[in-house]
C-alpha cells in the first residue's frame, strides 16, 4: 500500500479528538470511530489497520493465553489440581491434569511461550517473578486508590490535588 499519507498521525488525531473529554467508553468511542471512517474515510481505516495488523495479532494471541490461565484458574476448585496430580501419581492418567499442563506462560523478556511440563528452573522462576510483581504493583494501585478515595471523599480529585501534586504521588509509588 503506497501512498503519501501520515496513516498514524491522522489516526492519534482523529483519536485524540474523541478522547477529549474526561469520561468516554473505549469501546463506544472505537465502534464510532469505525462507522465514521468506513463513511468518510476507508483508507485511513484500512491504511491504519495494515500498519498495526502484527500489533493486533500479537495482542490477540497473548489474549488468547491470557484467556486460557484465566479459564483454568477461575474453573478449578481450591485443591484439585492437587486432586489431578494425585490421581496421575496413583493411575499413570494424566487426562484430569491436561488444562493446568496445557497452559503456555511467557518465560522471558521476549514473551517465548512454554507450556509447565516443558519448563525449565530459571523459566518456572521468571514466570513467578512476574506474578509476584503484578500482585505488588496491584497493592500498590489499590492502597494508593483506596487512600485518595478517603481524602477525596464526595468531591472528585482535582477538587483536592492539581495535576502536579498527582503526578508526584503517582511517581512515588514506582
Given at each position: 500500500m ?14 485524540d479528538?474523541?478522547i477529549?473529554d474526561?469520561r468516554?467508553?473505549?469501546?463506544l468511542?472505537?465502534?464510532?470511530i469505525?462507522e ?14 495494515e ?30 489440581f ?9 493411575t ?7 488444562n ?9 523478556i ?8 516443558d519448563m ?8 513467578a517473578e512476574?506474578y509476584?510483581?503484578?500482585?505488588k504493583?496491584s497493592?500498590?494501585?489499590s492502597?494508593f ?20 501534586q ?9
Amino acid at each position: 500500500m503506497q501512498t503519501s499519507r501520515d496513516y498514524l498521525t491522522e489516526m492519534r488525531v482523529l483519536i485524540d479528538s474523541k478522547i477529549k473529554d474526561d469520561r468516554y467508553i473505549p469501546e463506544l468511542v472505537a465502534k464510532q470511530i469505525v462507522e465514521t471512517l468506513r463513511e468518510s474515510d476507508p483508507e485511513l481505516l484500512a491504511g491504519w489497520l495494515e500498519l498495526h495488523a502484527a500489533d493486533f495479532l500479537r495482542t490477540t494471541i497473548i489474549s488468547i493465553g491470557r484467556s486460557k490461565r484465566t479459564h483454568v484458574r477461575t474453573t478449578a476448585k481450591g485443591k484439585s489440581f492437587r486432586a489431578a496430580a494425585t490421581h496421575a501419581t496413583k493411575t499413570g492418567d494424566t487426562k484430569p491434569l491436561q488444562n493446568f499442563l496445557d497452559v503456555r506462560y511467557a518465560v522471558d523478556i521476549n514473551g517465548t511461550r512454554k507450556k509447565l511440563p516443558d519448563m525449565m528452573t530459571m523459566d518456572l522462576m521468571f514466570v513467578a517473578e512476574g506474578y509476584a510483581n503484578t500482585a505488588k504493583r496491584s497493592a500498590l494501585i489499590s492502597s494508593f486508590m483506596r487512600k485518595l478515595a478517603i481524602k477525596v471523599g464526595v468531591d472528585k480529585v482535582s477538587d483536592h490535588f492539581s495535576d502536579e501534586q498527582l503526578l508526584k504521588m503517582w511517581s512515588s509509588l514506582s
